[in-house]
C-alpha cells in the first residue's frame, strides 16, 4: 500500500538521505509527517487504518477544490481535514467538465491527441510559479506553518496532492528548508517518489499507448509522471 499511495515518513527519508550524502542528522522530526499521494484510492477501513498505525490526527489536502470533491478523502471523523490547496483549478486547467482524474481524461479524449498534448502543463513553469505567485506562495507558507505548528503539539500529519510528487514535494522542499536542511537531501528526498512511481507509471503508459496509438503523447506521459530533478532544483531556486 505505501508504494500506491507514494507514502513515507519525511523525517525518516530526510534522514536517510543525509545519511548518503555523509552530513550531519538533520533535526526534521520522524513520525510527525507524512507525504502522501490522495487517500481516497483507500476503502473507508483501509484510511482508518492507515490513521491507526501512524497515529495521524490531521490530514492536510493539496488538491484543488474541484479534485478534492471529485475523490474526497475517507477519512475517520477524529481526524482533522484542512484544505490548503496550492493551486487554483484554472491555473492547470481542471475543471468539472474535464475532471481531474489524468486517465479518465484520456479516456474520454482518445480520439484527440493534440487536445490531450495541449492539456499537459509546463511542469518547470507551475513549480516555479507555485513558489512565486502570490497566492501559491501564501498557500504554500501556510501548509509549512500549519505542519510545523502540529509537529510542535506532538500532531502526526499527512500531507497530500494526487500522485504525491509535485504540489507535496514543494511543500516537502519547503518544509526542509525551514529547518536548514541542504538541498541535495531535499533532492534525494524529492527523488524518491521514483522508486513508488515506476511500475504504475509503466502501467499508464501501457494504457495511453492502447488508448491513442500516439507514441509521442506516451513519452510526454511518462516524463510527467515520474519525478525530474530539474524541476524541484527550479524550485528551490525560486524560492530564494
Given at each position: 500500500?505505501?508504494r ?11 534522514a ?9 542528522s538533520?533535526?526534521?522530526p520522524?513520525?510527525?509527517f ?14 482508518r487504518?492507515?490513521?491507526?498505525r501512524y497515529?495521524i ?6 488538491r484543488t477544490p474541484?479534485?478534492?470533491a471529485?475523490?474526497?478523502d475517507?477519512?475517520p471523523?477524529?481526524?482533522q481535514?484542512?484544505?490548503i ?7 492547470v ?19 484527440h ?15 516555479s ?8 506562495r501564501?498557500q ?13 503539539q ?16 514543494i ?7 525551514s ?5 541535495e ?7 524518491r ?10 502501467k499508464?503508459c ?5 488508448l491513442t ?26 524560492m530564494?
Open positions: 500500500m505505501k500506491e499511495l507514494n507514502l513515507r515518513d519525511l523525517g525518516a527519508s530526510c536517510s538521505a543525509s545519511t548518503r550524502n555523509n552530513e550531519a538533520p533535526s526534521v520522524r513520525g510527525l507524512l507525504r502522501s499521494g490522495k487517500l481516497s484510492i483507500l476503502s473507508e477501513d483501509e484510511c487504518k492507515l490513521c491507526q497515529h490526527g490531521c490530514v492536510i489536502d493539496l474541484v479534485e478534492a471529485e475523490y474526497p475517507p477519512l471523523s477524529h481526524v481535514y484542512l484544505q490547496p496550492l493551486l487554483r483549478d484554472a491555473a486547467g481542471i475543471t468539472h467538465e474535464t475532471g481531474s482524474d489524468p486517465m479518465t481524461i484520456i479516456r474520454n479524449l482518445r480520439r491527441p493534440e487536445k490531450l498534448m495541449a492539456m499537459i502543463p509546463d511542469f518547470k513553469t507551475l513549480y510559479n507555485i513558489v512565486t505567485d502570490a497566492y501559491s501564501s504554500l507558507d501556510k501548509a509549512v506553518a500549519t505542519l510545523r505548528s502540529n509537529a510542535a506532538g500532531i502526526c500529519t499527512l500531507y497530500h496532492c494526487t500522485a504525491g510528487k509535485d504540489r507535496t514535494g511543500v516537502s522542499m519547503a518544509l526542509l528548508k529547518y536548514g536542511v541542504s538541498n537531501t531535499i533532492i534525494r528526498d524529492y527523488m517518489t521514483n522508486r513508488n512511481a515506476f511500475w504504475p507509471t509503466l499508464k501501457l494504457a495511453i499507448g492502447l496509438r500516439n507514441w509521442r503523447l506516451v513519452k510526454v506521459a511518462y516524463t510527467s509522471f515520474m519525478a525530474q530533478r530539474e524541476l524541484i532544483e527550479t524550485a528551490i531556486e525560486r530564494r
